[in-house]
């Protein structure tokens, strides 16, 4: 992955970080955050839609009580583990009915 394409997070254990999305959120917005591949947060349009780890479906649930995300589709892990380090994937969905875009942020997250 080209650096340029990855944004790098370092924290200590303990202290809280934030990915930031960068997008407004619109209806025809889905966002949909993963970790080491596995789906943690989902922002479908406004944020009435919106689920994270234990309340999405087939979520991993370690950051039980500890993940928020705000209108932006920004994710806060709040009281960091070690366990938290790993690549956090941001993918941007955005259709309308003559087109279908998808992007996708990266961030290398090392907490110690």
Do not use: H, M
Not at 32 to 49: C, E, M, P, R, V
């Amino acid at each position: 992955i080209p650096a340029a394409e990855q944004e790098e997070v370092k924290r200590n254990k303990g202290e809280s970080f934030t990915l930031d999305s960068s997008e407004i959120s619109k209806p025809n917005v889905v966002k949909t955050w993963y970790f080491n591949d596995a789906l943690i947060a989902q922002i479908a349009g406004d944020s009435n839609k919106t689920c994270t780890d234990v309340q999405c479906k087939n979520t991993d649930e370690r950051f039980r009580d500890r993940l928020e995300v705000n209108q932006t589709g920004s994710l806060t892990i709040k009281d960091t583990r070690i366990t938290d380090s790993g690549l956090y994937k941001l993918q941007i969905n955005i259709s309308d009915s003559s087109f279908n875009i998808t992007r996708v942020k990266r961030f290398s997250v090392t907490v110690t």
